[in-house]
């Protein structure tokens, strides 16, 4: 995708991006602010949160809000609470950009465990819903509203040894069709799942320690689809499941 966007694309808007301290999840964040939207920052790690807030405030962007949250423990009454709290702070919500997930390691099903699928469950789809479910009545009202779920490849192409990573990623697939359904009538409200593919993140590396970076697209190629399915410009497009390839050629 070549298209540019004018550095006011998203302005007047308030998009919330979890796992916002690194890889896609930091990546998004900036590349919101510097087109106008204010941020929530959603980590679990306040320091990580201090960094990415203080990157935003030192170009003179949009001041964000960063709320930390562990998306393993959350609760309902938690995640309520996280609504209203960006309802008290910034009036509004008109985005949500799902990049944090959980992974522990490759490893063939015999040596997986319960507490391992679960664990990959809670941050990697349970989250996501109920994230979403909370923030639905903001979003509601948005003039313009888009969801952005983060997905895998191996969520939609399963393989050996993604077990419960590649199985609760193929589960948010599931999860963005269910509510893009249930909610199509909503004409101001969107959502899609972006699989990204290979490009240089921090999971990247845990998944494919062998694989090169030059074999990989860089987060900066993946930021003009990420504003394309955030802002105006995909209005009227929900339910639909976007696979990139941004390797070199």
Avoid at 220 to 225: F, S, T, V
Wanted: glycine fraction near 10%; charge should be negative.
């Amino acid at each position: 995708m070549k298209q540019m966007f004018e550095k006011d694309y998203l302005a007047g808007r308030v998009i919330l991006v979890t796992g916002a301290t690194q890889g896609i999840g930091r990546e998004t964040a900036l590349a919101a602010a510097r087109h106008g939207a204010t941020v929530v920052l959603l980590a679990r790690g306040v320091k990580g949160l201090e960094k990415v807030y203080d990157e935003i405030v030192a170009e003179g962007l949009p001041e964000p809000l960063a709320i930390p949250l562990d998306l393993l423990k959350a609760s309902d009454d938690e995640f309520n609470t996280l609504a209203f709290q960006i309802k008290q702070a910034v009036g509004r919500l008109d985005g949500i950009v799902h990049c944090a997930a959980h992974f522990y390691a490759l490893s063939p099903l015999v040596d997986q465990r319960i507490d391992e699928w679960m664990n990959q469950y809670r941050v990697n789809t349970v989250a996501p819903f109920a994230l979403t479910r909370a923030c639905l009545p903001l979003l509601k009202v948005a003039e313009d509203g888009a969801v952005v779920f983060v997905g895998e490849s191996h969520g939609q192409h399963p393989a050996a040894y993604w077990g419960g990573f590649g199985a609760s990623k193929s589960g948010v697939a599931y999860l963005m069709q269910v509510a893009a359904s249930e909610w199509d009538g909503f004409s101001n409200l969107r959502l899609n799942l972006l699989v990204p593919g290979s490009v240089n993140s921090p999971q990247r590396t845990r998944t494919h320690p062998g694989e090169a970076k030059s074999e990989r697209g860089e987060l900066a190629d993946l930021m003009p689809h990420m504003l394309y399915w955030l802002g105006s410009a995909s209005r009227g497009r929900s339910g639909e499941i976007i696979e990139l390839d941004l390797r070199p050629a």
